[in-house]
Nanobody, 118 residues
Framework: QVQLVESGGGLVQPGGSLRLSCAASGFTFSRYAMSWYRQAPGKERELVAS????????NYADSVKGRFTISRDNAKKTVYLQMNSLKPEDTAVYRCKAVWALIARAYWGQGIQVIVSS
């Protein structure tokens, strides 16, 4: 059974930090590129960050560059999103996604809430 389970969300004050984790099971994690998306109420879903299967390349949305860092541990089958200098506009539901483009397969996590507020 394929699972992507996010953790680490919650309420944080502006300027604070959180680290999200997404633990994978049920598929060959090391073959999949991983991404973090977010969606705030009333807004479209936004690609926040992505990392290729071996971790050798990453990409970020302009809105989070310099503040967020995506990383992965293939041995632990987990992808992380370190979020620093958080702003109220970072408030959203964050979801991880696994993609193996070669076979057009993708999986989603269920999402986790991040609230940045004083």
């Amino acid at each position: 059974q394929v699972q992507l389970v996010e953790s680490g969300g919650g309420l944080v004050q502006p300027g604070g930090s959180l680290r999200l984790s997404c633990a994978a099971s049920g598929f060959t994690f090391s073959r999949y590129a991983m991404s973090w998306y977010r969606q705030a109420p009333g807004k479209e879903r936004e690609l926040v960050a992505s990392i290729i299967s071996d971790g050798g390349s990453t990409n970020y949305a302009d809105s989070v560059k310099g503040r967020f860092t995506i990383s992965r541990d293939n041995a632990k089958k987990t992808v992380y999103l370190q979020m620093n200098s958080l702003k109220p506009e970072d408030t959203a539901v964050y979801r991880c996604k696994a993609v193996w483009a070669l076979i057009a397969r993708a999986y989603w996590g269920q999402g986790i809430q991040v609230i940045v507020s004083s």
